[in-house]
Each structure stands twice: as C-alpha cells, then as structure tokens.
C-alpha cells in the first residue's frame, strides 16, 4: 500500500523559503503522477504544483499561477521522495500542504482535481509571517 509523508514545514518570514519533502513508499506505479495541494483556513483545498514521468527520468512541472517563478516541485527516485521548494514566500503561503500520488495509468500532465488523486499525506503546516 502507497504512503506518503510529508516533512518540512514551518513558520518563515516573508521573502523566506522552505524545502517540504515527501516520502512516497510503495509507489511504483508508471506513469508517475504526484502533485503538492494546499489547504488555507476557510479556502478550499487548492492544486499547487503537478509533476508527470513516464519513465521516472524525465518529468514535467506544472504550476498554479500565484507561484509559478518562486516554487518548484521535483522528484528523487533514487530516494522515492518528492520535494516542493517555496522561495519568496508571501503571507498568502500560509496553509496546511499535502503530498498526493495517483495510481492510474492513464493519469497525465498538468494541474487535476484533488478527486483524481488516490494517496495522500497527512499534511505539513506552512505559516509565513508578514
């Protein structure tokens, strides 16, 4: 069974950075398809960033518009974690961030809904302080 989890969060400054991990065990499946999604208090749970491969060593980032140019999803598979590099951070950061995987072979590229996502972490909280 597929298991993610998240590490890394924290409290930062404005114009801080942060590096979140996620450790995926068990997730072999082809293509690769993960994504980090963020949850603010009183908004509603948000894509942040997608990362697909189709064969574990070349992939493709996309990203939600308010961080394109400061954040930047990869993935180790030598380590089987995924990483969310945030720089530049803003107040507007601020909310609790999940790693999610999807098992579906026929999943693709870009920005999904969360329903399209099978395994999810627990969470990391982020707060970014003005």
């Known amino acids: 069974q597929v298991q993610l989890v998240e590490s890394g969060g924290g409290s930062v400054q404005a114009g801080g950075l942060l590096r979140l991990s996620c450790a995926a065990s068990?997730?072999?499946?082809?293509?690769?398809?993960m994504a980090w999604f963020r949850q603010a208090p009183e908004n509603e749970r948000e894509g942040v960033a997608t990362?697909?491969?189709?064969?574990?060593?070349?992939?493709?980032?996309d990203y939600t518009d308010s961080v394109k140019g400061r954040f930047t999803i990869s993935y180790d598979n030598d380590k089987n974690t995924l990483y969310l590099i945030m720089t530049r951070l803003k107040p507007e950061d601020t909310a609790i961030y999940y790693c999610?995987?999807?098992?579906?072979?026929?999943?693709?590229?870009?920005?999904?809904?969360?329903?399209?996502?099978?395994?999810w972490g627990q969470g990391t909280q982020v707060t970014v302080s003005s």
């Open positions: 068990s997730y072999t499946a082809s293509p690769l398809c």
């Open positions: 990362i697909y491969s189709t064969d574990r060593r070349v992939y493709y980032a």
């Open positions: 999610a995987a999807d098992r579906n072979r026929r999943c693709a590229r870009g920005l999904a809904p969360e329903s399209e996502y099978n395994y």
